[in-house]
């Protein structure tokens, strides 16, 4: 029902649970009920099917009311579905664990969009919204397909317009939200632009303008690919975009791909092939000046720390800060979001270099603290949720390194904390690499380490990825 009801997101979940708890208090007169809640840990065992036990009886009378259902029907297993094998099967509250999951796409469907193919846009990922703000975007999607094929067999500038204005909004959003509220309209803004630029009469200089789009949308696409760990689906999309950014002839796109390329590789365990990307990048870039220029060293610095070369490590992270006092913002900064590298990200990057060179535990710790920092005050425009988990679980990682295993719970807590939503490969692969560094250090502090390392477990065996099998 949550599904139907669209409540899958915790704060959406949240207000509605405690509007029905007020409307109970009153209509049953009973005042302790008033200020019931329930905390994300809770919400999320319940959407995820680890339901041990029975909640309390206050909050089986909310839940019943809520969905006019027992208590004991809205947290069964879902039933085996009773149609074909890409029919979605919806538990009543829960989306239990993926043997008997509820979807939010049939898996033929999803496998065939991390591989960059088709999507319908009447199956989509709709996260958090009420009805009428959906049908307001889906309206405004509409538009904008309708207005490609009103302007005939050639791209007009409304057209053009509006695709900018859309891939602009989703650049900005990505780093924010979510993955499943946002991936439907990557894959139709990329369809449409494809679309485009294989069947329209497009101009020279609206043909390099639709070229960087989709290659920025496919960009995106590899991001994501990636965020649900599927490094091979997710260089496809690099290399779809990297020929789009040839094809627009734009150099500071051609350098942004190397760097998304070096931080698929980087992620997937491939150190030495992350910092050929990066190289390849910096030799692309050749006089770009924008963010991606300060991106592409902070990556070389990653990937050399990873092989244990401290020169290199050291080297790249001066480059970074070179490259940042002699910058010029570009196009692609133009756009925000994804398409730009800020301070605090710049920060977590030579933060994480540092802890996994592992020369200086106490340099990385600071390192971290004050990217972790940056990221409690950054701006609206700075702030990604995936890359301040990264922060926090390096400053985890400096911590045990310390011995300091309870300092080490708290800055990874929040990250424990995070929606199934948010999980995202990069995020949860953070989280085992504090999980490894606990077993090391494990014997020090063995009843701490073993509590965080069971949580841990349990976060990692719930990631985004569970959402669209």
Known sequence: MTLRRHWQVYKTFLLRFEEAAHRLALDENDPSLGGLSVSKR??????GGAVKTRPYPDQCRVLEAMFGVGVDLLLAPAPAPAASPTTPVESSLVIPPPRLSSVLLPSEQAQVLLAGGPFSSETRFEAGTTELERQVAMAARRALRFTAMAEGSSVGPET???????????????????????????????????????????????????????????????????????????????????VCADNADHHAMRAWVRSLQSLISYWAGRPSEAADYATLGQNTAGSVRGTTSVWLACLSARAHALLGDGEATRTAIQQAEEARTTLEPDDLDAFGGIMTFPVPRQLYYVAEATVHLGEDPALGESQSEAAVAAYRSATEDEWAFGDEAGAQTDLALARIARGEIEGAIEAVQPVLDLPIEQRNFGITSSAQRVHIALQAEGRRNRGAAASLREEIEAFTATPTSVLVR
């Open 42 to 47: 809770q919400f999320e065992r319940w959407y």
């Open 160 to 242: 053009l317009g509006q695709i900018q204005d859309e891939v602009r909004r989703l650049t900005v959003a990505y780093p924010k939200l979510a993955l499943p509220t946002l991936l439907g309209d990557l894959v139709e803004v990329q369809d449409l632009t494809f679309r485009l630029l294989e069947h329209g009469r497009v101009k020279p200089l609206q043909a390099r303008e639709l070229y960087l789009l989709a290659g920025i949308t496919s960009g995106m696409l590899a991001k994501a690919s990636h965020d649900l760990g599927n490094p091979s689906a997710a260089m496809m999309q690099a290399r779809t975009a990297f």
